[in-house]
């Protein structure tokens, strides 16, 4: 079984800056940082597929298409129940695009026959995991990202999670384009 998932995905070097910036607080909470090759923010968990099913689900949603997204990570939050550390973006006009494309995802993949987790979407980007709860709650949260972080999106992925010794592997499955051409 695949463990799948919808994405935007920073660029290399948005994503290193991104690491680079709360490395010091990640080190304070002495928490498991997340590889910047990593980061993403999910649009729709698709979860188990069977790899004979791959075909199916990259067929229901080849046809998607729309407007580049941008998001603005202007937050850092520590979420309490997974022990994480993300940064947050704010839900603007700016945004719509990607909102608009999370909930197309969903109904594609439940219309082909999959069951996306279906939540909405709420952009951030896990920064750590495992984060040591008594030096989270020594911190005011939400903590401003200072410079808050403007990430632009022309393309959504399908990834793929694998757990391996290092810890999780996410791996790009297939791409598509957010401004209606036709990629390769």
Known sequence: MLRLFFALQPTPEQNVALAGEVAPLIARLKAQRVPA????????????VAEDKLQALTS????IRGRPA????????????????????????????????????????????????????????????????AEAEACEWPRPLAPPARLQFDRFVLMRSDCGEGGTVYSVVASWPLDGSVHP
Not at 37 to 48: K, R
């Open 37 to 48: 090759e990593n980061l993403h923010a999910t649009l729709c968990f698709v979860g188990a």
């Open 70 to 133: 941008t998001l603005r990570f202007e937050s850092l939050e520590y979420w309490h129940k997974p022990r994480i550390l993300c940064a947050t973006a704010t839900k603007d006009a700016a945004s719509a695009s990607a909102h608009e494309l999370a909930e197309r995802l969903g109904a594609a993949s439940v219309a082909a026959g999959f069951s996306p987790d279906i939540k909405p979407f709420r952009a951030h980007l896990t920064l750590a995991r495992k984060v040591h709860a």
């Open 60 to 63: 229901a949603v080849a046809g």
